[in-house]
T-cell receptor
């Protein structure tokens, strides 16, 4: 079942701007992962952050995790048109089953 | 590496027929495979967990007789939607779990999905 909620549901930005989206969850987790999905396609794994980590970077992506608030954020810097997609957070409560958030649809305008 | 394929990518069938969807890990052996369902503009809902050589574990509310899962090998899992009806129309996505050296944890790799339309 879905554990998390994502905010905002949709985001429209200009190319070159940063995009920030947030994810909240309800139960204790082992790790939290972010995925990207282009329309009608499968999911691409972006980044995984463990429960004992607070921040992680991968290229133009920056993920933070606050376990006390049960929330995470994904920042995409210097956005490009190719970043247009839906972004999902997914939590792993140590049983390897992923529980997905509702997703944020990001549109990057050229 | 870590590529997961699904076949077919889309299928249209008549109500009452059965449809089989294959999920393959192409360059690794998967300890576990998962099947998800996604409705338009919604999130992924886990349907079942599939382990090679054992019965699948279904999530609450998922009919195991409706959605038959067979995990024949460490690289192949199949989902059969039996006696499909229009309400079964959806996007079905599989994932395969494996440990990638240096990552420190198992990671799930997702297939491209199968769009099922039942007329």
């Amino acid at each position: 079942s879905q554990q998390g909620e994502e905010d905002p549901q949709a985001l429209s930005i200009q190319e070159g701007e940063n995009a920030t989206m947030n994810c909240s969850y309800k139960t204790s987790i082992n790790n939290l992962q972010w995925y990207r999905q282009n329309s009608g396609r499968g999911l691409v794994h972006l980044i995984l952050i463990r429960s004992n980590e607070r921040e992680k970077h991968s290229g133009r992506l920056r993920v933070t995790l606050d376990t006390s608030k049960k929330s995470s954020s994904l920042l995409i810097t210097a956005s490009r048109a190719a970043d247009t997609a839906s972004y999902f957070c997914a939590t792993d409560a140590n049983d390897y089953k992923l529980s997905f958030g509702a997703g944020t649809t990001v549109t990057v305008r050229a | 590496g870590a590529v997961v394929s699904q076949h077919p990518s889309w299928v249209i069938c008549k109500s009452g027929t059965s449809v089989k969807i294959e999920c393959r890990s192409l360059d690794f052996q998967a300890t576990t495979m998962f099947w998800y369902r996604q409705f338009p503009k919604q999130s992924l809902m886990l349907m079942a967990t599939s382990n090679e050589g054992s019965k699948a574990t279904y999530e609450q509310g998922v009919e195991k007789d409706k959605f038959l899962i067979n995990h024949a090998s460490l690289t192949l899992s199949t989902l059969t939607v039996t006696s499909a009806h229009p309400e079964d129309s959806s996007f079905y996505i599989c994932s395969a779990r494996t440990y990638i050296a240096g990552s420190g944890t198992d990671t799930q790799y997702f297939g491209p999905g199968t769009r099922l339309t039942v007329l």
